[in-house]
């Protein structure tokens, strides 16, 4: 398949799945839906998904480059090229799974629970928090993809991984990547209407 197609793949997947992700938020965490940025969101859910790939032709530095160019999960291939670490080949467990994200939200929740944070640190706390939602759901849709084209042709495997510790793989972090952002979206309109009420 031509790269560009393979982009373009990724890409479409991507918006579907941050699509049906907001209608969810809409839906049933509407106080979740205010408060994330959604252009954070948006941005971090296309460079999970499928990388900011359409600034590639535009020649600006460090934008047009290789880490924007590819989707998240994949840049296990050029930091392997470039550090040689054989934990970084292709597909990587750490790269294609939802731990990197799980772990910025562990930060943001850390940093949230000490008392007197000033202003400008909890807006920058929660702007780690949108893009690493946008990032969980992102690089979960990338895996659907990576798991649906692979299928088709000599299976989809995780590098070390057999094809059934693959999906397993696939699917718990599927479940994490879109259920723990869900979960704190939710929870944040739980946590604020005992609030109102008190006040
Ligand atoms: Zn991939």
Redesign the pocket.
């Known amino acids: 398949m031509p790269a560009l197609l393979d982009k373009l793949l990724?890409f479409g997947v991507g918006l579907a799945v941050g699509i049906a992700f907001w209608w969810v938020l809409e839906r049933y965490a509407r106080n979740g839906a205010s408060t994330i940025n959604p252009i954070c969101f948006l941005i971090m859910l296309i460079w999970g998904a499928s990388g900011l790939f359409f600034f590639r032709k535009l020649g600006i530095p460090i934008l047009s480059g290789t880490l924007f160019y590819m989707?998240f999960?994949?840049w296990d291939i050029p930091l392997y090229q470039w550090t040689g670490f054989r934990l970084l080949i292709?597909?990587s467990w750490l790269?294609?799974s939802a731990l990197i994200p799980m772990a910025a939200l562990g930060g943001w929740a850390w940093v949230m629970q000490r008392s007197r944070l000033a202003a400008w640190q909890k807006s920058l706390a929660n702007v780690v928090r949108d893009g690493a939602i946008g990032l969980s759901v992102g690089i979960s849709a990338?895996?659907i993809w990576?798991a649906l084209l692979s299928s088709t042709r000599r299976g989809f495997y995780i590098r070390g991984f057999n094809g059934a510790t693959s999906y397993l793989w696939l699917f718990v972090n599927l479940g994490m990547g879109i259920g723990i952002p869900l979960l704190i979206a939710w929870s944040m309109r739980s946590n604020r209407q005992p609030n109102h009420s008190e006040s």
Request: hydrophobic share 25%.
């Open positions: 990724h989707a999960p994949d292709h597909r790269f294609h990338h895996l990576d």
